[in-house]
């Protein structure tokens, strides 16, 4: 479960909250500055509040002395590799606060490095960075296409404008009554062949998604559509 939660708490992506068996994984991404003390808090706070986790949560017992609290390097650093360096996932900033996770890059990355380094091995490379550059290729080509639709979300839905408890409503609408709209997300997230992504159903998604505004908000938020479209 992914949950919008409110802005004075964090308005740099959602509170996520993971069930399997016998586990729980959650958290939030914080303000930035903000202190591991403040954090924990807010976490707190949240699982002891969110009405929607609570028959989740209801007697379980938990030490938030445990709670992990780290920096994200969130968006794509500028170069993946250099002499004799590679960068991979996380580590190289290909996350979004929308799908909040690396996981997926992070695997993603390992294929295009392997695939990279063995032909530079068989050749007795100095894994210099002419050589290394085909990874950056690879990694934009495949990776950065897929994140688009997610950079797209994330921008119109976690900001402090006054339109996001509107448009993050509508978005929820839009999927509970289209089912083009569940099917094409769907598809995107369970599509093994990242660099294949079929970036004209996020378009369908987003364009229908515009269609619920009003037509006083079609007005003021059209040039935030574009631009997130553009990203």
């Given amino acids: 479960y992914v949950f919008h939660i409110n802005p004075k708490i964090s308005i740099n992506g959602p509170f996520?909250?993971?069930?399997?068996?016998?586990?729980?994984?959650?958290?939030?991404?914080?303000?930035?500055?903000?202190?591991?003390?403040?954090?924990?808090?807010k976490l707190d706070r949240i699982l002891k509040n969110y009405k929607p986790i609570q028959p989740f949560v209801d007697g379980l017992k938990y030490d938030?002395?445990?709670?992990?609290?780290?920096?994200?390097?969130?968006?794509?650093?500028?170069?993946?590799?250099?002499?004799?360096?590679?960068?991979?996932g996380e580590a190289a900033g290909l996350v979004t606060s929308f799908f909040y996770e690396g996981l997926l890059s992070g695997v993603v990355c390992a294929d295009v490095a392997t695939n990279t380094i063995k032909p530079l091995?068989?050749?007795?490379?100095?894994?210099?960075?002419?050589?290394?550059?085909?990874y950056d290729q690879e990694v934009k080509r495949i990776l950065l296409t897929y994140f688009k639709n997610g950079n797209a979300l994330e921008y119109l839905i976690y900001n402090d404008s006054s339109s996001v408890k509107s448009l993050w409503r509508l978005y929820t609408e839009l999927l509970n009554e289209n089912?083009?709209?569940r099917?094409?997300?769907?598809?995107?997230?369970?599509?093994?062949?990242?660099?294949?992504n079929k970036t004209k159903n996020d378009r369908y998604v987003g364009d229908k998604w515009f269609g619920k505004l009003p037509t006083l908000s079609k007005v003021t938020l059209s040039p935030k559509f574009f631009k997130a479209m553009l990203l």
């Avoid at 091995?121 to 085909?134: M, T």
């Fill in 183 to 196: 099917q094409y997300i769907y598809e995107a997230y369970i599509n093994h062949d990242l660099a294949k």
């Fill in 16 to 41: 996520y909250f993971n069930k399997g068996k016998e586990r729980i994984a959650t958290g939030f991404l914080g303000r930035k500055n903000e202190s591991k003390e403040a954090i924990v808090n």
């Fill in 121 to 134: 091995l068989e050749n007795n490379s100095s894994f210099n960075h002419y050589d290394l550059q085909k």
């Fill in 64 to 88: 938030l002395s445990t709670t992990v609290v780290g920096d994200i390097s969130k968006h794509p650093i500028k170069k993946f590799s250099q002499d004799r360096v590679l960068v991979l």
């Fill in 179 to 181: 089912k083009l709209a």
